[in-house]
């Protein structure tokens, strides 16, 4: 068989696929399907369509709205430090043992525990005297000796009165001067004068031993030397404490420092001579602040950290701030600048801390305005860094009612 021809062969079958023509072609691949969106919301919408109100102007008029112009104010700058508060030196006190003795309750309550609040002069607890066994063995010999002298002056009584009625007796039948009658009478009042003495000797002496027995004798009530809270309580009811002796610790809680360590390097940018502004640590800037003044207190520093300490003093507020609570303070800077200023009942919020004003589109429209709250000042007014325009017409009176309305669980 002759050998096949290679360029002859290939020739022939690309003649035979160019005549093939179109009708031969591999049909093409159907597109890859889309994939599925991850989320389809249904009638979408922007956030001002959803939060423009139309009132009535009688609904108006009912919720007491009243608008005024938003204002670009200068303001103070203002750093936020931590800081710690202490009670400053000189406003504890410890209560001692006078001398010593056995520890009961005091005549109303009892012992009282650390974190109770005590007033100056307080009974916070009765100590009783421990007596010496030799005072206890004087105190029986006493009581026996009195028992004598109070027998002893009854049976002279009992004489005195048998003498009297004799005297009168005989004076009755003019045997005797009246001057002897007096003398009788005088010598009864004497008898029982000594059986009254004997009488009172005895009773003093018989609750002395009584109370030595029971030991509770001579006794000391311990009192708050201030007002303020028990800082520690380091006895029980029944114990037997030496003299000298500290048995509580009070300490006065109606001011606290507040020690803030700033950096050295960011000293020099803060106005010591500025109040401070004190709140919880974590605080949103919503939370109310605490007004704090400069502190008289010595200067102290940290080598170690490379701070410097900075010491104010605000009012405890009852239970709001505590010793040895961490807090987050805001210090006044040098210089100042500027922020959106609205009254502090213009600002609501949303169930996810968002914070928002009404803008007054109308005298009867209005709509929801995002706003980012800066910090609040004490006289009632909120500092926003961002909002609408300066000049921007918003709602300072009825927000709240407003936003209830549009809630759907107002007027």
Not at 39 to 68: F, H, N, Y
Not at 124 to 148: D, M, T, W
Not at 358 to 379: A, G, K
């Amino acid at each position: 068989m002759p050998p096949v021809n290679s360029s002859r062969a290939s020739g022939a079958l690309l003649a035979a696929i160019l005549l093939a023509g179109p009708g031969c072609e591999k049909p093409d691949a159907p597109p890859p399907a889309k994939s599925a969106p991850p989320a389809v919301v249904d009638s979408p919408r922007k956030e001002s369509e959803l939060t423009t109100i139309t009132l009535t102007q009688q609904a108006v008029e009912r919720l007491g709205v009243r608008v005024a112009a938003i204002e670009r104010v200068p303001v103070e700058r203002r750093g936020s430090f931590g800081a710690v508060l202490e009670v400053p030196p000189g406003r504890s006190a410890p209560v001692l043992a006078p001398h010593d003795g056995r520890l009961a309750r005091p005549p109303v309550g009892s012992l009282p525990l650390p974190g109770k609040a005590v007033k100056t002069g307080e009974a916070l607890a009765i100590l009783y005297a421990i007596v010496p066994p030799a005072e206890r063995i004087r105190l029986e010999e006493a009581v026996k000796s009195s028992e004598g002298l109070l027998a002893t002056a009854r049976a002279r009584a009992d004489g005195s009165r048998k003498v009297l009625e004799r005297a009168r007796e005989v004076f009755q039948r003019d045997a005797s001067s009246a001057r002897a009658l007096d003398d009788a009478q005088a010598a009864e009042l004497v008898a029982l004068a000594e059986v009254k003495a004997a009488e009172v000797n005895h009773d003093t002496l018989g609750r002395q031993l009584s109370r030595v027995e029971a030991g509770t004798s001579a006794a000391s009530t311990l009192t708050s030397p201030l007002d303020g809270i028990v800082r520690s309580a380091r006895v029980v009811e029944g114990q037997t404490v030496a003299s000298g002796s500290v048995a509580f610790e009070v300490e006065s809680t109606a001011a606290l420092w507040v020690r803030v360590p700033l950096p050295s390097a960011e000293a020099s940018g803060v106005d010591a001579t500025a109040p401070a502004f004190v709140r919880p640590l974590g605080a949103a800037a919503s939370s109310p602040s605490f007004e704090a003044r400069p502190a008289l207190a010595p200067p102290s520093a940290d080598a170690a950290s490379l701070t410097v300490d900075l010491v104010y003093e605000v009012q405890s507020q009852g239970s709001a701030l505590r010793p040895g609570e961490r807090v987050q303070c805001l210090l006044k800077l040098q210089g100042s600048t500027e922020a959106l200023q609205v009254p502090w009942a213009a600002v609501v919020f949303d169930s996810y801390g968002g914070a928002w004003v009404y803008e007054s589109r109308s005298p009867v429209v209005f709509v929801r305005r995002r706003v980012e709250l800066s910090h609040t000042s004490p006289d009632g007014a909120a500092y926003l860094t961002r909002g609408p325009e300066p000049g921007t017409q918003v709602v300072v009176e009825g927000a709240a009612e407003l936003n209830g309305t549009e809630l759907g669980y107002g007027k």
